[in-house]
């Protein structure tokens, strides 16, 4: 089985930066998307940034675009989402998932398969 592990999440000032990680063990991965989501109190949860395994092309939440960065270490199994700029509006917790076999990096919650725990990130004005 897949099993994923977030880090790095905590408490900020507005305008700090703050770097996830999401360890993944159980196997390698190819053909794979893997994403960062968010739920933040009352809301929906939401795509943060995705990216393809294979290629690392990637896509963004017009939310956070210019602001977060999603990279990934293939030696690892590990994914990273740097978050610069943070705003109050970013506080949530914060979700790594990986998708089924599918080709580019994919937005919609339904195309992922495996999920971690999730860490809290809570940004103060």
């Known amino acids: 089985q897949v099993q994923l592990v977030e880090s790095g999440g905590g408490l900020v000032q507005a305008g700090g930066s703050l770097r996830l990680s999401c360890a993944a063990s159980?196997?390698?991965?190819?053909?794979?998307?893997m994403g960062w989501f968010r739920q933040g109190p009352g809301k929906e949860r939401e795509i943060v940034a995705a990216?393809?395994?294979?290629?690392?092309?990637?896509l963004y939440a017009e939310s956070v675009k210019g602001r977060f960065t999603i990279s990934k270490d293939n030696a690892k199994n590990t994914v990273y989402l740097q978050m610069n700029s943070l705003k109050p509006e970013d506080t949530a917790v914060y979700y790594c998932a990986l998708s089924g076999g599918i080709i580019g990096p994919v937005a919609d919650r339904r195309l992922y398969r495996y999920w971690g725990q999730g860490t809290q990130v809570t940004v103060s004005s």
């Open positions: 159980g196997r390698t991965f190819s053909n794979n998307a």
């Open positions: 990216i393809s395994w294979n290629d690392g092309s990637t």
